[in-house]
């Protein structure tokens, strides 16, 4: 098991759900949800990072240990990069970036990006993908793809639908995915301190803007991503009203069965 450190992000201002981490999911607010996950995997060190004292006089009253970010970072990347300077973290630290909002996420998920990273060191950054077996889902903007060499390395992410099969689609979209080939990526990321600290001084990539996805900055500075792939889909985490009833029934029936 490698040693890492879980940071996990919990802004109250939300744009689609105001103070989202500390609605009460199963009698407790979202982001405790979220800690209890993160206490469940390997890390040896465990982190709320918020800008709200509302959020941080909940999560110390709970146990947490928390830190009080800046409020006008433009990205969660930027947020992390703060944090590990302020826990004054070695450049070879792993962090693991697990959303204030993700209160269904498998530990066993935490443990797999920080093990992937661990094991490549050549690589600054690790990430999740799971086989995209619907043309629907290969085929929507909102939903990024990855593909990867044969080392599992990120070659590129898009939000099209990528690899595109020539001879097969010559003519029309698909009806049918007949491989496995397309991969869906899952936002969850582990990061070599070293990494964060370079990355923040960066400007955003072309690639960048284009695509609106930021480890596409990594990658035109030259650094490696690994990817480890899932073979079942993870849950998602809460955007909205509705993500949130669905967690809420999902807790009910397991305190039902």
Aim: aromatic content about 6%; cysteine-free.
């Amino acid at each position: 098991m490698s040693d890492f450190v879980v940071v996990i992000p919990a802004r109250y201002g939300s744009s689609r759900l105001p103070g989202k981490p500390l609605m009460e999911i199963d009698g407790l607010p979202m982001v405790q949800h979220v800690w209890l996950r993160a206490n469940e995997s390997g890390a040896s060190r465990i982190v709320i990072a918020t800008d709200d004292v509302r959020i941080e006089r909940v999560a110390q009253a709970f146990g947490a240990e928390v830190v009080m970010t800046r409020s006008d970072h433009p990205s969660g990347t930027d947020r992390l990069a703060e944090v590990a300077v302020m826990l004054q973290l070695s450049a070879e630290t792993i962090v693991v970036n697990v959303q204030g909002d993700e209160p269904l996420l498998p530990a066993s998920a935490i443990d797999r990006v920080a093990e992937r990273l661990a094991a490549d060191t050549q690589a600054s950054i690790s990430t999740l993908a799971e086989p995209i077996h619907d043309v629907e889902t290969l085929f929507n903007p909102n939903v990024v793809k990855v593909v990867t060499d044969l080392t599992g390395r990120a070659l590129y992410f898009s939000r099209a639908p990528i690899p595109w099969d020539r001879n097969a689609w010559k003519t029309q979209p698909p009806t049918l995915l007949e491989t496995d080939a397309w991969l869906r990526h899952v936002g969850l990321y582990a990061y070599r301190v070293g990494f964060l600290a370079d990355y923040v001084s960066w400007l955003p990539a072309p690639l960048e803007q284009l695509e609106q996805l930021e480890q596409l900055r990594a990658l035109q500075h030259g650094h490696l991503i690994q990817v480890a792939t899932v073979s079942s889909s993870l849950p998602g985490g809460v955007d909205t009203l509705e993500d949130l009833e669905r967690v809420r029934r999902h807790f009910l029936q397991r305190s039902e069965a």
